[in-house]
């Protein structure tokens, strides 16, 4: 399926009877909405500012505007937030959201701390349409794709729980943050929702905003070949690809879309991605599964695979889950494959598995909010298509 026919089939819902919402309008967007109301330009910088500096959720919370201009905006717009229905911490630190959106749909967003700053996971999509065997995210059929606002709302909620704004009278370039990353590596591929993934990363990058450089931004991709150029050139973000396999023959049993987009296929348009360059590295996402493809011989695949790219590899433990067929690598095994790619001058560092006992691992995402909810997958999407 092509990256537009599926937008067209997993469109968000329509806006319902509500009150229209302002989050997620870029700036032209935004000047027209309030301009219906009669207000200047002016205004929506205001509005703006107050949105996406501030995080108010609330009209009545931006002072710089009259009170009767706070009203009429009140009366007319939402800026509301959705709802966080579970709200877990893991051992290590490690930050789990269950956030519910309008319709009842529920996506997960997952903020990782380092000692010197944070990444926040954030979803595309409710559920998945990739099916790859090792991730237990796949094995939840997609139901739709996320609005810009719900995409959003993922980064402001986080800021909301992380209390993460600028305090009243705060300098906010004084501001310490531990959110300082995002990552487009949560449920759902973000290619196939590339124009509300787009516009979101745009107004996440606006320097009057929530002003995340795109340096601090990676979108992770299974290989959707067509979307990869246009991405590279339209948002110059940086380029994570979910590879974890150097041959057609395995990575078309790990990861259907290799049908579509064969490794060769795939790898060239890495070597063609705007922008990449030795100190704006690709990254390489590469599941360890023990006897399936962690052999030395593919990792000497992988290095020839990887020649001529700026990249770096993140070499992933399988994370398990019950009824996937697969066991982790060994950590030996995993060494000596990271040594054979690090000899050959690709960094290669072994990610270290966070969140793992609140299931928010790689490919554990969304799992156990529907298995405690007992959701028929089947029954999900049939309420949407």
């Not at 990256?3 to 870029?26: C, E, N, R």
């Not at 956030?99 to 999509?125: K, N």
């Not at 969304?366 to 997958?377: A, E, F, V, W, Y």
Request: one cysteine or more.
């Amino acid at each position: 399926m092509s990256a537009h026919s599926h937008a067209g089939v997993f469109a968000p819902p329509a806006q319902g009877a509500g009150k229209p919402g302002l989050i997620g309008l870029d700036r032209p967007a935004l000047e027209a909405a309030l301009a219906g109301l009669g207000l200047p330009a002016f205004r929506a910088r205001q509005v703006w500012h107050w949105l996406y500096h501030r995080g108010v959720t609330s009209f009545e919370a931006m002072t710089t505007l009259a009170k009767p201009v706070r009203q009429l905006l009140d009366d007319t717009f939402s800026i509301d937030r959705p709802e966080v229905t579970r709200d877990q911490e893991s051992v290590d630190g490690t930050r789990k959201w269950l956030i519910r959106m309008v319709d009842g749909q529920e996506v997960e967003t997952v903020h990782i701390p380092e000692s010197d700053r944070g990444a926040l996971c954030v979803s595309s999509q409710v559920g998945c349409t990739l099916t790859c065997r090792f991730c237990h995210t796949g094995t939840q059929p997609l139901v739709r794709n996320l609005g810009v606002a719900e995409i959003l709302a993922q980064i402001l909620t986080a800021r909301d729980a992380l209390n993460e704004w600028p305090a009243p009278g705060a300098n906010p370039n004084e501001t310490v943050s531990t959110l300082t990353n995002i990552v487009m590596m949560g449920m759902g591929e973000p290619l196939y929702n590339y124009d509300n993934v787009s516009a979101a990363l745009k107004i996440a990058m606006d320097g009057e905003g929530i002003a995340i450089s795109k340096r601090r931004i990676t979108l992770s991709t299974s290989g959707v070949v067509p979307m990869m150029r246009r991405c590279g050139a339209e948002l110059g973000v940086n380029l994570a690809v979910s590879l974890h396999a150097v041959n057609d023959a395995i990575r078309d049993e790990l990861m259907p879309i290799n049908k579509a987009y064969p490794v060769a296929e795939l790898m060239r348009a890495c070597r063609e991605y705007p922008g990449a360059t030795n100190a704006r590295r690709i990254t390489f996402e590469y599941v360890m599964l023990k006897g399936v493809n962690d052999s030395l011989i593919d990792a000497q695949e992988l290095v020839r695979l990887l020649n001529g790219i700026p990249a770096k590899v993140n070499l992933i433990p399988f994370n398990p889950w019950p009824g996937s067929g697969f066991e982790c690598s060994s950590r030996a095994q995993i060494e000596r494959f990271a040594r054979v790619v690090m000899d050959a001058g690709y960094p290669s560092p072994v990610r270290e598995p966070r969140g793992r006992d609140i299931l928010a691992a790689c490919g554990q995402l969304r799992s156990d909010s529907l298995r405690q909810k007992k959701i028929k997958p089947e029954t999900a999407l049939e309420s949407v298509v």
